[in-house]
């Protein structure tokens, strides 16, 4: 396997498990996520992120790797658990290179 899909999806699954101090450390200032219902900057993400009550369990399936000189796209099957509810979604994120590693870009949801 490609040894950035290893390391993007590793911060993929600290996200799925994190809270907003994870999402403050690694969004792009200039950031954009797209869930269901909401596009958020990263203020409002981390926010969200903050008031979730976050997932019981995650699943990350394998993921499609699109990789540019500075950005990197990973695309994946995700399906996390809440008690008794489960979310399934294609995710997709968008990394550039910056000093200091990986910062994401751009996140999208788009639910089964």
């Known amino acids: 396997m490609d040894p950035i899909i290893d390391e993007l999806m590793t911060i993929e699954e600290v ?6 101090d994870d999402y403050a450390e690694v969004l792009h200032e200039d950031a954009v996520v797209v869930v269901p219902g909401a596009v958020l900057d ?5 926010a969200a992120m903050d008031s979730s009550p976050g997932w ?16 990197a796209t990973v695309v994946y099957p995700f399906t996390g658990r809440r ?3 489960t ?4 995710l997709a994120s968008t990394y ?17």
């Open 15 to 20: 996200l799925a498990n994190g809270s907003g």
């Open 42 to 46: 990263k203020a409002g993400c981390v």
């Open 56 to 71: 019981d369990e995650v699943d990350l399936g394998d993921a499609r790797l699109v990789r540019s000189k500075d950005t």
């Open 83 to 85: 008690g008794q509810e």
């Open 87 to 90: 979310y399934t979604a294609t």
């Open 96 to 112: 550039v290179t910056a000093v200091g590693g990986w910062h994401l870009l751009v996140h999208q949801h788009t639910p089964e």
